[in-house]
């Protein structure tokens, strides 16, 4: 039911949604992510051995001035989940940057799977994606492209900052797959 901003590049990650929920499927983790205008409302986890519903993520600010954002880690390390990781970051005010890359993501190696799902308001409700690094099957990117409010896009692993239009305040459900302990973001 939503579109995709860049072309769908992800190998054992796969995510699809309607109105209001999410769904994530990583082989043995899974999610549904509920969800509104203000963000996310619950993550319902599954895996062959659990269900776990999480409504109290981990919250962290990330950054200061046009880049602090607030981050809310719901599938972290040491959870239910053994590779998915999920969450969702607010940016602190409108036409601001985020999504600036975490040290591993400089060293770029195949096999890294991220989606974004955005929640744009204000204005035009647009903003602009940045990808500098590899896809998961080791191909270089070095590309921009827009972003719609509800919407998907693939992040390769390296550099890949958002910005938003003026007068547009960006929210986006990220999720990964930390195939490596090196990869956790927290």
Avoid at 44 to 52: A, L, R
Avoid at 60 to 83: C, S
Avoid at 119 to 140: H, Y
Wanted: charged content about 25%; some cysteine; proline content about 4%.
């Amino acid at each position: 039911m939503f579109q995709w901003n860049n072309r769908k590049r992800l190998d054992q990650l796969s995510v699809k949604g309607k109105t209001g929920v999410l769904i994530y499927d990583a082989g043995e983790d899974n999610a549904e992510v509920y969800f509104d205008d203000r963000g996310i409302l619950k993550v319902v986890f599954k895996s062959e051995d659990i269900q776990k519903t999480i409504t109290d993520p981990h919250h962290i600010v990330v950054g200061e001035g046009n880049i602090q954002r607030d981050v809310y880690h719901f599938l972290k390390p040491d959870g239910p989940a053994k590779q998915l990781r999920l969450g969702i970051t607010k940016h602190c005010g409108r036409g601001t940057w985020s999504s600036l890359p975490h040290s591993f993501e400089l060293n770029t190696e195949k096999g890294f799977e991220e989606v974004f799902f955005y929640l744009l308001s204000g204005e035009t409700k647009k903003a602009i994606q940045r990808g500098r690094g590899v896809w998961f099957d080791g191909t270089e990117v070095d590309d921009v492209w827009l972003v719609h409010d509800r919407s998907f896009s693939t992040i390769p692993m390296g550099y890949h900052p958002v910005v938003a239009e003026p007068g547009v305040q960006v929210m986006y459900i990220w999720a990964y797959l930390a195939k490596k302990r090196g990869w956790e973001k927290i």
